[in-house]
């Protein structure tokens, strides 16, 4: 099975099926995390975001989960189509810093078929 | 409601010269920022204004990056001189205060020779 935390690269899906793109987080004291979306050629767009005091918030086909303890976020795509397809970022807002400004994750790029 | 606006789109420079960015936020947005995103990475922060004033701009390269947003609205970025490893996408987000959601424009997508 996927390790908690495990950040894949790239994720392939087919249509219809549920999806599942995960992040690590780096500083335990960030109260604030976001899932963003971004195609070729366009900036990030927000999906859903969470607050460190929830484990879970749902959107229209997207659920973002928050595991504080091994610093883990997961979002969650049911019935994936082919306009899912796009590199998704998770973000998170340290509390210790000067600024608001978010620190990105990796990306993960899916790919859907159809 | 329209959204973040960035201009140009494109902009293609050799080495050494200069180049400038301008940002719309959203309408009432007090807060704005710059983000540089290079290929294949997530957006990495510049600046972050608070209306006019700078929250944040630990990560601007002062020797040649420069930003302003004199009036709390608009914002301009500028490079100066440019250097290769610049070459990247250049975001701009905006959001109502520095405890809401961020939303991005397009970006400029700069291109150093």
């Known amino acids: 099975g996927e390790s908690v935390g495990l950040h894949l690269p790239t994720l392939s899906v087919q249509e219809g099926d549920n999806s599942i793109i995960n992040c690590a987080y780096s500083?335990?004291?960030?109260?604030?995390f976001i899932w963003y979306k971004q195609e070729s050629g366009k900036g990030p767009q927000f999906i859903i975001d969470i607050r460190s005091n929830m484990d879970k918030r749902q959107g229209q086909r997207v659920t973002v989960l928050l595991n504080k303890t091994v610093k883990h976020l997961s979002l969650q795509i049911a019935a994936t189509q082919p306009g899912d397809s796009a590199v998704y970022f998770c973000a998170e807002s340290p509390l210790n810093q000067a600024g608001t400004a978010l620190i990105f994750g990796k990306g993960t790029t899916l790919s859907v078929s159809s | 409601e329209a959204g973040v606006a960035q201009s140009p789109r494109y902009k293609i420079i050799e080495k050494r010269q200069s180049v400038a960015f301008w940002c719309n936020p959203i309408s009432g947005h007090a807060t704005l920022y710059w983000y540089q995103q290079i290929l294949g990475q997530g957006p990495k922060l510049l600046i972050q204004?608070?209306?006019?004033?700078?929250?944040?701009d630990s990560q601007l390269p002062k020797d040649r990056f420069s930003a302003e947003r004199l009036k709390g609205v608009d914002s301009t970025l500028k490079i100066q001189p440019a250097k290769l490893e610049d070459s990247a996408v250049y975001l701009c987000?905006?959001?109502?205060?520095?405890?809401?959601?961020?939303?991005f424009g397009p970006g400029t997508r700069l291109t150093v020779l």
């Open positions: 204004f608070q209306n006019n004033g700078v929250v944040d």
């Open positions: 500083n335990s004291a960030s109260d604030y």
């Open positions: 987000a905006s959001s109502a205060s520095t405890s809401d959601t961020q939303y």
